[in-house]
Structures are given as C-alpha cells and as structure tokens.
C-alpha cells in the first residue's frame, strides 16, 4: 500500500479562492514533498518540509506538517487558473535511503 | 543540455516482448527512480537506486527489471511485457533528502 494519501481525492474551487489539500503519512519520515503535475506532464517539485519543521511558506503556497499525527497540508491561496493540475506528496518513508514514496494525489480544478 | 531525459517518449509493443525504457540525468544524482502512473493509483515506485551498482525495490517490482551501471543511466526493462503494464512510466532523479526532478515520461501500451 502506498505511504502516503491524499484527501480530497477531486477539489474544485472559484479563482481567487483558498484551495487546501491534506496528505496523510503511515511511517516515521525525514521529510515530505508536495509536486505539481499538469496534465500529460512530469511532476515538478513545489517545496520540501523537513520532519523537524511545522511551517513552511513560497509564495502562495503554505504547507504544514504534524508529524504526531503524520499529516500535511498544503495551501494554495488566491488560485488561479493556471493552478489547475494534480498535486501529490512524497515521503521518504523514514529510511536511511531516500525512498520516495507517493500518494494518488488531489485533482484541483480552478474555475474562472 | 542539463536534466533527466526519457527515451522512448511513445511505445507500443506486444505482449511477451522484452522492452526497455532509458533514463538518463546529468547532474550525477545518487538517487534515480522509476515509477508507473496510472488511473486511480497515483505514482507507484517500481525500483529505486541509491548509487551505480545499488538497487532495490519498490511497491510494485514484478516483471520489472533494473540495473544501474554507470550513476547517469537507469534503464528500466521489462522482460515479458503484459497488458497489465501499460501505463505512463516516469523517472526522477534526486540527492538524499532533496527534491526530485522528473522525466517527461514515457506512455507504452502492450497489445
């Protein structure tokens, strides 16, 4: 099973507004990555928190992560059109190799 | 040019064929991956390399077949290709504890 899961599965909001994803985790980590993936595209990295960390900002997005309830989220505020993509987290499973781990991901629609 | 190259991008071939799909990165990451994508399951990592000659697991290994002689490629082969292995395959490259860079991926069909 995979590490990580992504809730909602399917968001769909008004441009302008606040768009939250959350990912849950099941092992200890070292730390956890969100991407970004456009359609028929690669993922592309968005930020990386570390498992000593609780908040991290760039630009408009804000993730945060409660490593007692092996949880993140990621805010995207003021969404635009152009944020309109999957986005998914990655963990390293806690092992000493970097074996990175996805979730299924979270389909964001943002309507004009 | 500088990045992680996939090669094929496009591959249909037909089942209990053996086909291999090429990675390529120029940074000389320690960290290559190889992951499939498909409907409903995300990305789900196949193998993984910490290094040349250092390989190991992932969620769904079965039927794939990897290797990694020199640290820039990480061909990804598939010794008796099935159905059930069509889908987009992606691979990433990446040090320890930093984000990965991606592939633009390869779509095969078995037929």
């Known amino acids: 099973s995979q590490q990580g899961e992504e809730d909602p599965q399917a968001l769909s909001i008004q441009e302008g507004e606040n768009a939250t994803m959350n990912c849950s985790y099941k092992t200890s980590i070292n730390n956890l990555q969100w991407y970004r993936q456009n359609s028929g595209r690669g993922l592309v990295h968005l930020i990386l928190?570390?498992?000593?960390?609780r908040e991290k900002h760039s630009g408009r997005l804000r993730v945060t992560l409660d490593t007692s309830k092996k949880s993140s989220s990621l805010l995207i505020t003021a969404s635009r059109a152009a944020d309109t993509a999957s986005y998914f987290c990655?963990?390293?499973?806690?092992?000493?190799?970097?074996?990175?781990?996805f979730g299924q991901g979270t389909r964001l629609t943002i309507n004009p | 040019d500088a990045g992680i190259t996939q090669s094929p991008r496009y591959k249909i071939t037909e089942t209990g064929r053996q086909v291999t799909l090429m990675c390529h990165q120029t940074?000389?990451?320690?960290?290559m991956f190889w992951y499939r994508q498909d409907l409903g399951h995300g990305l789900r990592l196949i193998y993984y390399?910490?290094?040349?000659?250092?390989?190991d697991k992932g969620e769904v290994p079965d039927g794939y077949v990897v290797s990694r002689s020199k640290t820039e490629n990480f061909p990804l082969t598939l010794e008796s290709a099935t159905r059930s292995q069509t889908s987009v395959y992606f691979c990433?490259?990446?040090?320890?504890?930093?984000?990965?860079?991606f592939g633009q991926g390869t779509r095969l069909t078995v037929v």
């Open positions: 990655a963990t390293d499973a806690g092992q000493g190799a970097q074996k990175l781990v």
């Open positions: 928190i570390r498992s000593n960390e």
């Open positions: 390399s910490a290094a040349a000659d250092i390989t």
């Open positions: 940074w000389s990451h320690s960290y």
């Open positions: 990433a490259s990446s040090e320890w504890a930093t984000e990965a860079f």
